[in-house]
């Protein structure tokens, strides 16, 4: 196991950090809870020579509730906190349902929610979250910082906008309108120690307690290269009332706005019959929860 | 080039000159001679090197050691009391819970982190909190009814935490 050699470094501040991926651009990655870089560098996909640790910058973990209500995570965070957060729970619900599923809990207890968007599998179950909930990411670097749109972030499976010499800082997630429900489904060949086949985060926006659907969000997870959102189904639901019918449309019609592949876990057809489905039982969770009668 | 680390490990001081790509199941195994935790996949997906990291239970394989500079480290030898097992172990072997045992010290320590943080879980709780621990031997069930039982000799002893 130990047949791949690379150093590591333990900066203690943001600022040492993207000093170190500045001085060995290209040539350093960064290793947070490394359960993604430690396999790819055993498998030989990726061979960095520098490690730039993020265990020791404090800043880096926690969430942090602003004055107007919106959340801010560290990308240090690990999914075991998140998932334990009810802070989480009450304000962004979707976003604890990915991150309570993924990996196992001795792997939620080091991954972290920067690496999961970072490492940009289709199947990063927080993603389709950060989507819907326009959640906006801080990137640093030694000259400076700059905000992207986490629906802007990632282009293609295990890619991002990320240069190799920033730093993802912060994870911003705005305030939520008042009757505003969202959940997050999947759909894995085990409990543990998978990766999605097929998932849908939805967030629904209504215009009083009992009234119809302001807003629709729904993204689709592993069924494209990137989590991307089934604007055809968010259409079919702006306006209407949402009763069971209207639902099974939108589901319906999400359908069309995925791209699944064949691939070991799965054919297209059978993600695309699982679009549908999940994105049904999305929108009902979420619809109960706007209404305020859902957990 | 190696670093000196200084860990704790089952309650003991430790310092190790270590090259920064070696992992925290290497050292401990190689290094420390504490070969009770044993190396599965090497990936994070079977739970046979997990241990206890700051009260966590998290995949050795997966932490570099230098990760583990100052924290406190529970392997599977740091259990029992001299000769007197641990009540998790004891309901292991009470319950035929251990087969081959290859599984069974980080199945074990996946247990004792959850029963320290949550005493009484039902069986579908503690079945969540071991999926992240292959056994190709037992089928679960045994694993399952030890830790239970190990709940409840843990609460009777009044040892929530230990």
């Known amino acids: 196991m130990t047949a791949v050699r690379f150093d590591v470094v333990q900066p203690e501040t943001v600022e040492e950090a993207v000093r170190s991926l500045a001085d060995h651009k290209g040539e350093a990655a960064v290793v947070a809870g490394g359960t993604d870089l430690l396999r790819e560098i055993r498998a030989g996909t990726r061979s960095p020579r520098l490690l730039v640790s993020l265990d020791r910058v404090e800043s880096l973990s926690g969430i942090r509730e602003e004055p107007d209500g919106g959340l801010v995570f560290g990308p240090a965070t690990t999914m075991a906190e998140i998932a334990a957060s009810d802070l989480v729970r009450r304000k962004l619900p979707a976003l604890l349902e990915g991150a309570s599923w993924m990996g ?163 054919s297209a057809r059978y993600r695309q019959w699982m679009v549908e489905v999940l994105v049904r039982r999305a929108l009902e969770k979420a619809f109960a929860r706007a209404r305020g009668d859902g957990s | 080039m190696k670093r000196i680390i200084e860990l704790s490990v089952n309650g003991v001081p430790h310092e190790v000159a270590v090259e920064p790509h070696r992992t925290l199941v290497e050292v401990l195994r190689e290094d420390l001679g504490l070969t009770g935790t044993k190396v599965g996949c090497g990936e994070g997906d079977c739970g046979a090197c997990t241990v206890i990291v700051d009260g966590k239970a998290i995949n050795a394989c997966l932490m570099l050691v230098v990760q583990a500079q100052g924290r406190e480290v529970t392997t599977i030898e740091g259990l029992a009391d001299g000769e007197v097992l641990h009540p998790i172990q004891q309901a292991f072997v009470d319950r035929g819970a251990i087969q081959c045992g290859f599984c069974s010290p980080g199945m074990i320590l996946s247990a004792k982190a959850y029963l320290d943080w949550n005493p009484n879980p039902t069986e579908e709780e503690v079945r969540d909190q071991i999926a992240g621990n292959l056994c190709r031997c037992t089928g679960y069930q045994k694993i399952v009814e030890a830790v239970l039982d190990a709940s409840k000799r843990l609460q009777e002893a009044g040892r929530g935490v230990s």
């Open chain 1, 104 to 266: 196992s809990p001795q792997v939620r207890n080091l991954a972290t929610f920067g690496g999961n968007l970072c490492n940009a599998r289709p199947c990063a179950d927080t993603a389709p979250p950060s989507f819907v909930y326009d959640a906006v990411l801080v990137l640093r670097s030694a000259g400076g910082d700059r905000t992207v749109e986490a629906g802007a972030f990632m282009t293609g499976p295990g890619e991002t906008v990320r240069a190799p010499d920033e730093l993802l800082e912060t994870i911003r997630f705005p305030a939520l309108p008042a009757h505003t429900g969202s959940a997050y489904v999947n759909v894995t060949n085990r409990k543990a120690l998978e990766i999605t086949i097929t998932s849908a985060a939805a967030r629904v926006t209504l215009k009083s307690r009992k009234g119809p659907i302001r807003e629709a969000r729904i993204c689709l997870g592993s069924v494209a290269p990137v989590p991307i959102r089934a604007s055809t189904a968010e259409a079919e639901l702006t306006g209407k009332a949402p009763d069971a019918e209207v639902l099974a449309m939108a589901a319906k019609a999400a359908v069309a706005d995925s791209r699944p592949i064949d691939d070991l876990r799965g």
